[in-house]
């Protein structure tokens, strides 16, 4: 399903060009047009879903899929050092465009990019709350 008012939508189905490193029925992957690095992509599912939690479980499984072949063309093609995978949900995380999609950020010596967090403290005891929390 499409949603006409989302731009990832018309992107990854053609109605609005990009520039295309890969295609399929299913998926389309496209250069980043505020790149974090050389060769940012971003995959499209061509179906729409807000977010991880509306993707199903079989796209999920395939744009991982894609990450790896994709990210391992970028590291031996653009001769990257490293690459992240990112993947935002909900403005508080980032997410700025409400279409699922996974980041491709190739990573060099010395971008000047940060992709990671300050490590925080916890106790043991907060530990086992945590995990029995989200166990549910
Ligand atoms: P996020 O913050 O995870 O939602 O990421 C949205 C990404 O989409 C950002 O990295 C933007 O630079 C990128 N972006 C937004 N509009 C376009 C567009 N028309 N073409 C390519 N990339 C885009
Ligand atoms: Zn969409």
Known sequence: MKD???IFCKIANGEIPSKTI???DDFRV????GPATKGHALILPKEHSANLFELPEETAGRA???AKKLGEQMVTNLKADGLNIVQNNGE???QTVKHFHLH???RYKDDG???LWKPGE???DELELIKEQIKG
């Open 22 to 24: 890969y295609e399929d």
């Open 64 to 66: 991982m899929k894609l």
């Open 30 to 33: 496209i250069l980043d047009l």
């Open 113 to 115: 990019q940060n992709i």
């Open 104 to 106: 491709l950020i190739p």
């Open 122 to 124: 916890v106790s043991a």
């Open 92 to 94: 508080t995380a980032g």
């Open 4 to 6: 006409e008012n989302c």
